[in-house]
């Protein structure tokens, strides 16, 4: 049966019972067991996500049918009480909400309306969160999360409801109306504090199309864009003309005890909430960094104080330090990695598919912004792992910003590029930065607006590219190096000939690399360098 005709009947969902053939889809195969049924679930649902429906979007056909999907899921998972899918769960709640995503996506404002009621009436009846319970203070709720309680646990049905919930809210369109959105805001939170990622986005693309203008008086149940943002940081957040780092403002002395804000600071006393709390800022900067909303700043700056704040272990007794230091050090790299969030693109999430609203050259902007501050806090860090922190972020900031922006600062750029890559190189687990480091670098290197800049820094760069030439845990890392080597030999002869016995002899040990790409980049390093 085609794609076509096995859509049409894909409003047969059923979570109890299975026919591939027929084009109806079931959960209830891999409730059985039968792992082969469950995979061929799997493989149709992907297959629906990846080629019929982004054709549907662009066509904008056979809305009817996508929205009676999404209603059957919905409608199905609400009249079934208690289920428990064991084979291939996640792989098949990952499909899942896949699809969601994407049909949800193709439905016009009106059939969005009556989805997102629909979700919303079964989410209220899950055991996860209750109305009552949302509207109160997470105060009682968060002692729940404790780091000594199976945090990451969830019913089966509360999983598979909260999170196909987060997927409709990533999925929707600016203009839809979110029922009672203060305790969709507060339910999301907890599903954060609880591990989902799932929900951390929804909140970013929930902070990315909620209406500014919006007038508390409108509707009863609803709120305006500044009682969400006190909703989901509390009201910690200082003004936006601030240019340091949170924790040097006071930003912790008057917050919520609920908010993001003052989780993602370490102030709860406990890691495991403090790095799910950096990941939800995150995504919630991404948000508002992608409408070009001032408040991003104030999340960037709460960032970065947690980049600077590991002075602050030395006050704790050393038995306490031995035990916080892994979780501490876990949620200062999640920091870090928060500006990979903020910089990357997400086929998650925020995308002009799930009708994101995206600013024109918010990554310049962002690029533009950050760098005078990283590079003064660098400069001014008096400390290993600050520092080596800050150049992670760094290196993220600019492994995703257009080329062409990178090359207005090169000069001063250059040298931090380099630094950032030595300290990488240290830990196997940071090649892939590394790797995008490089390409940056290589992009700098053959531009000729680069070549002012590469020209005045060759030594600094050939000194630390030489030491890459047998980097072994990543051979795309290897094969760039030397091609950036190749780029070098083709500045003025009087700055490179210097390091010209240096790069050889690099070069030489790898003649014998185990990579045939390498081995054919370095005997074309040799052959350049040899005529310099």
Not at 473 to 491: D, F, G, P, W, Y
């Given at each position: 049966m085609s794609l076509l005709n096995s859509l049409s009947n894909i409003h047969g969902f059923d979570l109890n019972c299975a026919n591939t053939s027929t084009g109806d889809i079931s959960l209830g195969s891999s409730v059985q067991g039968n792992v082969k049924s469950a995979?061929?679930?799997?493989?149709?649902?992907?297959?629906?996500?990846?080629?019929?429906?982004?054709?549907?979007?662009?066509?904008?056909?056979?809305?009817?049918?996508?929205?009676?999907?999404?209603?059957?899921?919905?409608?199905?998972?609400?009249?079934?009480?208690?289920?428990?899918v064991g084979i291939c769960e996640k792989e098949l709640?990952?499909?899942?909400?896949?699809?969601?995503?994407?049909?949800?996506?193709?439905c016009s404002v009106e059939s969005q309306n009556i989805i997102i009621d629909k979700a919303y009436t079964v989410l209220s009846s899950s055991t996860f969160l209750s109305v009552k319970d949302s509207l109160s203070s997470l105060q009682v709720q968060l002692k729940e999360l404790e780091p000594t309680q199976e945090m990451d646990k969830f019913p089966s049905r509360d999983?598979?409801?909260?999170?196909?919930?987060?997927?409709?809210?990533?999925?929707?369109?600016p203009q839809t109306h979110i029922p009672n959105i203060r305790t969709v805001l507060h339910f999301l939170k907890i599903a954060l504090l609880k591990g989902s990622v799932t929900a951390a986005q929804a909140l970013g693309s929930l902070v990315n199309k909620l209406d500014l203008k919006t007038s508390g008086t409108e509707c009863s149940v609803g709120c305006t864009f500044e009682e969400a943002m006190d909703i989901?940081?509390?009201?910690?957040?200082?003004?936006?003309?601030?240019?340091?780092?949170?924790?040097?403002?006071?930003?912790?002395?008057?917050?919520?005890?609920?908010?993001?804000?003052?989780?993602?600071?370490?102030?709860?006393?406990?890691?495991?909430l403090q790095v799910r709390s950096v990941v939800g800022l995150a995504w919630i900067g991404k948000g508002l960094l992608m409408r070009g909303h001032e408040k991003v700043k104030d999340i960037t700056m709460v960032f970065l104080d947690c980049l600077l704040s590991n002075g602050r272990m030395g006050a704790l007794p050393l038995e306490e330090n031995n035990c916080d230091w892994d979780m501490h050090l876990s949620a200062v790299k999640c920091a870090a990695d928060a500006f990979r969030v903020l910089m990357s693109d997400s086929e998650l999430c925020l995308t002009r598919k799930f009708h994101a609203i995206i600013r024109p050259l918010y990554k310049q902007r962002f690029f533009s912004t950050m760098m005078p501050i990283l590079q003064s806090l660098i400069i001014q860090s008096d400390s290993l792992l600050s520092r080596s922190m800050l150049y992670r972020?760094?290196?993220?900031?600019?492994?995703?910003?257009?080329?062409?922006?990178?090359?207005?600062?090169?000069?001063?750029?250059?040298?931090?590029?380099m630094d950032s890559l030595k300290l990488l190189s240290k830990d196997v687990l940071d090649k892939d930065i590394m790797y995008s480091l490089l390409l940056v670098l290589s992009g700098i290197l053959t531009d000729k607006n680069g070549q002012e800049a590469v020209i005045e820094n060759a030594h600094i760069i050939s000194n630390c590219l030489?030491?890459?030439?047998?980097?072994?845990?990543?051979?795309?890392?290897?094969?760039?190096?030397?091609?950036?080597?190749?780029?070098?030999?083709?500045?003025?002869?009087?700055?490179?000939?210097?390091?010209?016995?240096?790069?050889?002899?690099?070069?030489?040990?790898?003649?014998?690399?185990?990579?045939?790409?390498?081995?054919?980049?370095?005997?074309?390093?040799?052959?350049?360098?040899?005529?310099?």
């Open positions: 995979k061929v679930v799997i493989q149709l649902l992907e297959c629906y996500s990846n080629e019929l429906l982004p054709w549907i979007q662009k066509y904008e056909v056979f809305e009817e049918v996508l929205f009676k999907f999404v209603v059957s899921i919905w409608k199905q998972i609400g009249d079934c009480m208690g289920f428990a709640l990952d499909a899942t909400m896949k699809l969601m995503k994407v049909a949800v996506a193709c999983e598979w409801t909260h999170s196909l919930f987060a997927s409709v809210i990533i999925a929707l369109r989901i940081f509390g009201k910690s957040l200082r003004s936006s003309s601030d240019n340091v780092p949170a924790g040097e403002s006071g930003i912790t002395g008057n917050g919520s005890e609920t908010g993001l804000t003052f989780l993602a600071l370490g102030a709860a006393n406990s890691g495991l972020a760094f290196a993220h900031v600019i492994s995703d910003t257009p080329l062409m922006v990178i090359l207005n600062d090169a000069k001063k750029l250059i040298p931090m590029l030489v030491e890459f030439v047998t980097y072994p845990h990543m051979m795309l890392v290897r094969e760039t190096t030397i091609q950036c080597l190749v780029a070098i030999s083709e500045l003025p002869h009087t700055r490179i000939y210097p390091m010209r016995i240096q790069v050889l002899q690099a070069v030489s040990k790898a003649l014998d690399d185990p990579k045939r790409a390498v081995r054919q980049e370095a005997v074309r390093c040799r052959q350049a360098w040899s005529v310099v």
